[in-house]
């Protein structure tokens, strides 16, 4: 279809356009550094409740995983 068809009428574009003004949030070298803080702590949980799990569950020992995962292949 050609760009300059007339098929399909114009597309009025002003109801796409978000009215509100634009936030300008700073971000400081404090927030990125809070950031990653905050994300380090949260993965450490996960480690932490992952590691509990596998605890709480026992663990396999390596070398009897690899057997047994490469007898079914």
């Not at 990653?36 to 996960?46: C, D, N, S, T």
């Amino acid at each position: 279809m050609e760009c300059n068809s007339t098929i399909i009428d114009q597309v009025d574009f002003s109801q796409w356009i978000d009215q509100e003004p634009r936030l300008k949030l700073p971000i400081t070298k404090a927030t990125l550094e809070k950031a990653i803080r905050l994300g380090a702590e949260h993965a450490k949980r996960l480690n932490d409740a992952e590691a509990a799990r596998i605890s709480r569950q026992g663990c396999i020992p390596c070398c009897l995983f690899f057997t047994t995962s490469f007898r079914k292949l």
